[in-house]
T-cell receptor, first 118, second 112 residues
Framework: DTGVSQNPRHKITKRGQNVTFRCDPI?????LYWYRQTLGQGPEFLTY????????KSRLLSDRFSAERPKGSFSTLEIQRTEQGDSAMYLC????????????????FGEGSRLTVL | DAKTTQPNSMESNEEEPVHLPCNHS???????IHWYRQLPSQGPEYVIH???SNVNNRMASLAIAEDRKSSTLILHRATLRDAAVYYC?????????????FGGGTRLMVKP
């Protein structure tokens, strides 16, 4: 399978613990996005990378959240000192750069990592 | 991105056509309309997109109003596997990052 891969698929943690999610994008895709989705809502943008550069961060990305993409391939999203409000599905998506940005802009999403904070 | 407006939910019978409406009254001349859908326990997947003309692909058709303030996603024969949340997204052409801003979407239920 050459789609976007996310691990772990499910994570249950206690409040105050740190968690890290990993995303492996489609191999030729140099843009990578993180979204968060709570129950019954649409996905909300968190941040995106072009290669290893983090180009934009949403106001939703508090100081407890950090995302990296050190070699421009896989990415990690770490949440420190988790809170119950962090419980959500964390979605990763990727796409190749270089397409006419007026064009498709199709994002390829992974299946997500579901976080439950007790 | 500017917001779109969709009904919260719709029902359809299997093997019948489904028309999912979307309003995007603040759309500007170069903004594209994208549709994604999200099956249960999966990430969103691309369905179709368009600018001005109607568009067809293997999954669906997209009909865009002449004034571009609304559009309709058409599933020609709904199947049980089409039960999902459908998101209509107005993509700001000035959005260099190509981020998509999702609303609440329309939950489509398909009855056998």
């Amino acid at each position: 399978d050459t789609g976007v891969s996310q691990n772990p698929r499910h994570k249950i943690t206690k409040r105050g613990q740190n968690v890290t999610f990993r995303c492996d994008p489609i191999s030729e895709h140099n843009r990578l996005y993180w979204y968060r989705q709570t129950l019954g809502q649409g996905p909300e943008f968190l941040t995106y990378f072009q290669n290893e550069a983090q180009l934009e961060k949403s106001r939703l990305l508090s100081d407890r959240f950090s995302a990296e993409r050190p070699k421009g391939s896989f990415s990690t999203l770490e949440i420190q000192r988790t809170e119950q409000g962090d419980s959500a599905m964390y979605l990763c998506a990727s796409r190749p750069e270089g397409l006419n940005r007026r064009g498709t802009g199709e994002l390829f999403f992974g299946e997500g990592s579901r976080l439950t904070v007790l | 991105d500017a917001k779109t407006t969709q009904p919260n939910s719709m029902e359809s019978n299997e093997e019948e056509p489904v028309h999912l409406p979307c309003n995007h009254s603040t759309i500007s001349g170069t903004d594209y309309i994208h549709w994604y859908r999200q099956l249960p326990s999966q990430g969103p997947e691309y369905v179709i997109h368009g600018l001005t003309s109607n568009v067809n692909n293997r999954m669906a058709s997209l009909a865009i109003a002449e004034d571009r303030k609304s559009s309709t996603l058409i599933l020609h024969r709904a199947t049980l596997r089409d039960a999902a949340v459908y998101y209509c997204i107005q993509r700001d052409n000035n959005n260099a990052g190509n981020m998509l801003t999702f609303g609440g979407g329309t939950r489509l239920m398909v009855k056998p």
